[in-house]
């Protein structure tokens, strides 16, 4: 199935750091979400983004919602080891028959102690 | 509530053999979605439901894979015949229409 690029892959961090990771798709989407999974559960929703340019936060973290559509972005600021874990971002077409999430490919935060 | 469940948590079986797992969303959610994952990949769409009504099913959902919202509550994804490749965490999402879905903690299948 189709699956968006996010990168990066992956990101090795120290304690403190901020983050930023991206999301791209070749399609339009009307809702961009971003959500974090730890190993063996299910992803947990961290921030939800409806308009285009739309910037929304939620403590540490700031997503934006790309103006084209296409793309959205995560930032982490200041990170903590409980931030550890793969970050998807994930994005909602409302096109009839078409109204699913597509998922990112996950980026692997791991932070160097 | 508190949010949606899933059972089993995890399932072993030899192959060949059939496994139901079982879906409860968030209540009042009218939208309904199954997902596979395999390890290293983000969660693949397979089928959707709103309300009782099942409204796309993706082409990974071979004819030995079935879903079922019987009264636009629960749901029930059921493999027959497993094969080692169906190995992999099935997860339920829930959301009011259109917005948000919010995931369960999945099921792990090992198809021994």
């Known amino acids: 199935g189709q699956q968006l690029n996010q990168s990066p892959q992956s990101m090795f961090i120290q304690e403190g750091e901020d983050v930023s990771m991206n999301c791209t798709s070749s399609?339009?989407?009307?809702?961009w979400l971003w959500y974090k999974q730890e190993p063996g559960e299910g992803p947990v929703l961290l921030i939800a983004?409806?308009?285009?340019?739309e910037l929304t936060s939620n403590g540490r973290l700031t997503a934006q919602f790309g103006i084209t559509r296409k793309d959205s972005f995560l930032n982490i600021s200041a990170s903590i080891p409980s931030d550890v874990g793969i970050y998807f971002c994930?994005?909602?077409?409302?096109?009839?028959?078409?109204?699913?999430?597509?998922f990112g490919t996950g980026t692997r935060l791991t932070i160097i102690p | 509530d508190t949010g949606v469940s899933q059972n089993p948590r995890h399932k072993i079986t030899k192959r060949g053999q059939n496994v139901t797992f079982r879906c409860d969303p968030i209540?009042?959610?009218?939208?309904l979605y199954w997902y596979r994952q395999t390890l290293g990949q983000g969660p693949e769409f397979l089928t959707y439901?709103?309300?009782?009504?099942?409204?796309?099913k993706s082409r990974l959902l071979s004819d030995r894979f079935s879903a079922e919202r019987p009264k636009g509550s629960f749901s029930t994804l059921e493999i027959q015949r497993t094969e080692q490749g169906d190995s992999a965490m099935y997860l339920c999402?829930?959301?009011?229409?259109?917005?948000?879905?919010?995931f369960g903690q999945g099921t792990r299948l090992t198809v021994v």
């Open positions: 999402a829930s959301s009011p229409e259109n917005t948000e879905a919010f």
């Open positions: 399609s339009i989407f009307n809702t």
């Open positions: 983004l409806y308009k285009a340019g």
């Open positions: 994930a994005g909602l077409s409302l096109n009839f028959g078409n109204e699913k999430l597509t």
């Open positions: 209540s009042e959610h009218n939208r």
């Open positions: 439901f709103q309300n009782e009504a099942q409204l796309e």
